[in-house]
C-alpha cells in the first residue's frame, strides 16, 4: 500500500439549513453542513460537488446540448466558479441511455467535477461551493495509489510453460503444482524444522472443478493496473464488447466511452488497454490470472474459473477496468466511473486490490493512517461510497443467476489491526492472507471488519536471513516483464484477494449452469457458511524475518492469538459449489417491456436447465397488444399499441406466465 502521507486540513463550518423544498418531484431536505477533511493526495483544482435535487431541471437544461461547459447554468453556482477561475464542469457519469433512468433514482447524476484555477487552495475552494444551497454534498477529488505487494519474481517466460505436468494433475498446465493456493500438497522445510505446507491450506479447487470450472456468462471486473489482454493463458477468456472496435476513438454502442472492445482505461480515458508501459508493475495481469487463466490448455498456469480448454468450455469472463496505467495515479472520479461502467456492463464481481491505509496503519514505517470508521470515510469520499453502492445494488439481474454486485477488497498490507476502506466498507468483502501452512501473513491486516481469508503468500516468514526470497510460498500466476507476457510470483492481499473473487466466480458459474438464482447477499451468507474456520493454528508464535534478504533485516515474534476472530474465514469452493446445488431459487423468465412496432428477442435456454434441448410453446392472451413467436430456444414479442398482456411458456411439462408491457418509454425498448 503507497505511503503517501495523509495529512488531514479540517475545515470547519457553521451549521447551515437547507429549507425543505416540495414542488412534487424534488425534494431538497435540511442537510447540515459540518467539518470535512481535504486530504494531502487531493488533486490540485479540482473538485466533485454534488447538486441537490432542485437543481436536476436548471442543469439538464444548461447540459442537453453539451457535455462540458464553463458555468453550471445556475446563477449563485456561477458566481462562485468564476471567483476561482473555473474553466471546466462535467457531469463525473457520462449520459448512457440504457441506463440513465437508473442513474437518476441513484442520484448519480447530480455529481459533476469541476476544474478551477490551480493557484486556488482546494479547501478554500471547497469552503466557497460546499456552503452553497444549490450543493449537496462536496469532497477533494483524491490520488488512489496501487497496494503496494513487493517486487515480482519472474521466473519464466510465456513461450518456455510449457513442460510435462504431473498424470495425477487434473488439468495439463505445466506450472499447476505451483499454484498451492488451489491445491496445497504440503511440503517439510529441514534448514527451518518446520511445516513449510500443509494440506489442505488452499481454496480447495480439486473438489470444486470436479463439478464446474466455469461458466462465460459470469464478468469479473479487474479494477487494477491493465491487464495483458493478449498473454496467451488469458486471451481466450477477455471480455469483448463486440459493437467497439478496439481502441477506437468513435463511441459505437452509444454508452458514453470511445472504443471499449474490452473494457476500458480509466486512468487515460481510452479504450485501450495498457499493460506495457516502463512501470507497469504486472499487478493487474497477475490478479487476472489467478481469477481466470486459461484451464487445461498446456500452458502456463491455471485460473480457478478458467474454464476447461482440452473440453472446449470457457471460463469467466475478465473485464479490465484500468485506473492506474504506468506512471499515471488514479483519482476517486475515475475510480467511481469504473464502478458505474462495470455495473452497466455486466460486471457481477469486482476485483480491487488496491485501498487507502488503515486507520491503525504504522506511522513509524511511513504508513500515516487512513479513514478508522465507515462515517469517517462515507465524510471524506461520499461519491466512492455512492459509486460502490450503486454496482452492488444495479449489477447482476433479478432474472439472472445474482440479483445486485459482489465487491470484493484486499484488506492491506501494513500488518495493522484494522482493514483498510474501501474494503472495511460493511457492504464490501475485505479479505486478509495467510501463508501456507495456515498462519496470517505477516504483513496482512486483520480485524472485526475481514470476511474472508485466502492464500496470500508470505516470503519473509519462511526465508532467514541473508537467504534468496522464499519463491514457493508466494503465490504463482500470469506477468508481464518490459510488456511480454510471463510468469512469475507476488505476495500480499492484492493475491489472496482475486482467490475470494476466482471462488465466487466458480461458484457462480456452477449457479449459472444449474439455473439457479441468488440475490448477493443470499450468495455471500451461503459462501459465509461453507468457508472454513482456522482458528486452531493460531496458537503460540510466529517468528518472521522480515526483509530477510537485504542487509537491514529484522525478526519479530507475534503471537498467534491476537488473530483470533479478526482474519475472516478461508474460503472453500468445494464447499461452496456442492452447497449451491440446494440453495438459491429457479430462474425465472422476464416480464418484457417492448414500445409499440419493435420487438424483444429472449433467448430461454439461459433459464432452464439443458434449455438448449428443450421444447418450447408459447401463447398470448392479447394479440392487439403484442404478438409471440419461438424459434428453436428464441422467443420474440413484438409489441403491437399500448397496453398489457400475459404471455404464457410452456417447456418440460410446465407453464410459465410473463407479464408484457408495450409503452413508448419502454426502456430502451428492452426487458427487464
Same mark, same amino acid.
Given at each position: ?288 490470472? &489467478?481469477? %481466470?487463466?486459461?484451464? !487445461?490448455? +498446456?500452458?502456463? #498456469?491455471?485460473?480457478? /474459473?478458467? $474454464? ?130 495456515? &498462519?496470517? %501473513?505477516?504483513?496482512? !491486516?486483520? +480485524?472485526?471488519? #475481514?470476511?474472508?481469508? /485466502?492464500? $496470500? ?216
Amino acid at each position: 500500500m503507497n505511503n503517501m502521507k495523509k495529512i488531514l486540513v479540517y475545515i470547519l463550518f457553521a451549521v447551515f439549513i437547507l429549507s425543505c423544498q416540495d414542488n412534487g418531484i424534488d425534494n431538497v431536505c435540511t442537510v447540515e453542513k459540518e467539518s470535512v477533511a481535504i486530504a494531502d493526495g487531493a488533486v490540485e483544482g479540482e473538485l466533485l460537488i454534488k447538486f441537490a435535487p432542485a437543481m436536476e431541471r436548471i442543469l439538464d437544461t444548461h447540459f442537453a446540448t453539451r457535455a462540458v461547459a464553463t458555468r453550471s447554468g445556475i446563477p449563485s453556482t456561477d458566481e462562485v466558479l468564476e471567483i476561482l477561475g473555473a474553466y471546466r464542469i462535467e457531469r463525473v457519469f457520462p449520459v448512457d441511455p440504457r441506463t440513465e433512468e437508473r442513474t437518476r433514482e441513484a442520484g448519480l447524476h447530480l455529481w459533476y467535477k469541476v476544474s478551477f484555477d490551480k493557484g486556488i487552495d482546494v479547501a478554500e475552494a471547497y469552503s466557497r461551493l460546499s456552503t452553497l444551497g444549490e450543493v449537496s454534498k462536496a469532497q477533494c477529488n483524491r490520488r488512489i495509489f496501487r497496494m503496494d505487494s513487493g517486487r515480482p519474481v519472474f521466473v519464466k517466460s510465456a513461450d518456455d510453460a510449457t513442460v510435462e505436468n504431473p498424470d495425477e494433475n487434473i488439468f495439463n498446465d505445466p506450472d499447476l503444482d505451483l499454484q498451492w493456493g488451489y491445491i496445497n500438497k504440503g511440503g517439510y522445510d529441514f534448514e527451518t524444522e518446520k511445516a513449510k505446507a500443509i494440506v489442505g491450506c488452499d481454496v480447495n479447487c480439486k473438489e470444486a472443478w470436479e463439478l464446474c470450472t466455469g461458466d462465460t456468462s459470469i464478468i469479473v471486473g479487474v479494477m487494477d493496473e491493465g491487464v495483458l489482454i493478449d498473454h496467451p493463458d488469458l486471451a481466450a477468456n477477455i471480455w469483448t464488447n463486440v459493437d467497439e472496435i478496439y481502441g477506437s476513438y468513435n463511441d459505437n454502442d452509444g454508452n458514453g466511452f470511445n472504443g471499449d472492445r474490452h473494457g476500458y482505461n480509466f486512468a487515460s480515458d481510452r479504450g485501450y488497454i495498457s499493460a506495457t508501459g516502463t512501470n507497469d508493475t504486472g499487478h493487474g495481469t497477475h490478479v487476472a490470472g &489467478t481469477i %481466470a487463466a486459461v484451464n !487445461n490448455n +498446456g500452458i502456463g #498456469v491455471c485460473g480457478i /474459473a478458467g $474454464g476447461d480448454a482440452a473440453k472446449g468450455q470457457k471460463g469467466v469472463r475478465i473485464m479490465p477496468l484500468q485506473i492506474f496505467d504506468d506512471s499515471r495515479a488514479s483519482t476517486v472520479a475515475l475510480e467511481a466511473k469504473a464502478f458505474k461502467y462495470a455495473a452497466d456492463n455486466g460486471v457481477v464481481i469486482m476485483q480491487c486490490s488496491w485501498g487507502y491505509n488503515s486507520a491503525y496503519a504504522n506511522e513509524v514505517q511511513g504508513y500515516m493512517p487512513g479513514p478508522g470508521s465507515e462515517e469517517e470515510w462515507e465524510k471524506l469520499y461520499p461519491l466512492e461510497k455512492e459509486a460502490i453502492d450503486y454496482f452492488i445494488e444495479n449489477a447482476g439481474s433479478p432474472n439472472g443467476v445474482i440479483d445486485g454486485g459482489i465487491v470484493v477488497f484486499a484488506s492491506g498490507n501494513e500488518s495493522s489491526g484494522m482493514s483498510a476502506f474501501p474494503g472495511a466498507y460493511s457492504k464490501c468483502l475485505a479479505v486478509s492472507a495467510i501463508a501456507p501452512d495456515f &498462519t496470517p %501473513a505477516s504483513y496482512s !491486516n486483520f +480485524g472485526a471488519e #475481514v470476511d474472508f481469508t /485466502a492464500p $496470500g503468500g508470505d516470503g519473509d516468514y519462511y526465508g532467514l536471513p541473508g537467504s534468496p526470497n522464499e519463491n514457493g510460498s508466494m503465490i504463482y500466476s500470469t506477468m508481464t516483464e518490459e510488456g511480454k507476457a510471463c510468469y512469475g510470483y507476488y505476495e500480499g492481499t492484492s493475491m489472496s484477494c482475486p482467490h475470494v473473487s476466482g471462488v465466487v466466480a466458480l461458484g457462480l458459474s456452477y449457479a449459472a449452469q444449474l439455473r439457479r438464482h441468488f440475490t448477493a447477499e443470499e450468495f455471500i451468507e451461503l459462501m459465509n457458511k461453507q468457508s472454513d474456520d482456522i482458528e486452531k493454528y493460531f496458537e503460540g508464535e510466529k517468528l518472521t524475518h522480515f526483509n530477510h534478504s537485504s542487509p537491514g533485516s529484522y525478526a519479530t515474534k507475534t503471537p498467534l492469538s491476537k488473530y483470533k476472530g479478526k482474519m475472516g474465514k478461508l474460503v472453500n469452493a468445494g464447499k461452496l459449489l456442492k452447497a449451491i446445488e440446494g440453495a438459491g431459487r429457479d430462474m425465472k423468465l422476464p416480464n418484457v417491456y417492448v414500445a409499440p412496432q419493435q420487438e424483444v428477442t429472449i433467448e430461454l435456454s439461459r433459464f432452464f436447465v439443458d434449455g438448449d434441448k428443450l421444447e418450447y410453446i408459447c401463447e398470448i392472451n392479447n394479440k392487439s397488444v403484442a404478438t409471440a413467436v419461438i424459434s428453436g430456444t428464441k422467443l420474440t414479442v413484438t409489441g403491437v399499441t399500448g397496453g398489457f398482456a400475459l404471455l404464457t411458456v410452456y417447456v418440460n411439462g410446465a407453464s410459465h406466465i410473463v407479464n408484457v408491457t408495450v409503452r413508448e418509454d419502454a426502456n430502451n425498448n428492452g426487458w427487464m
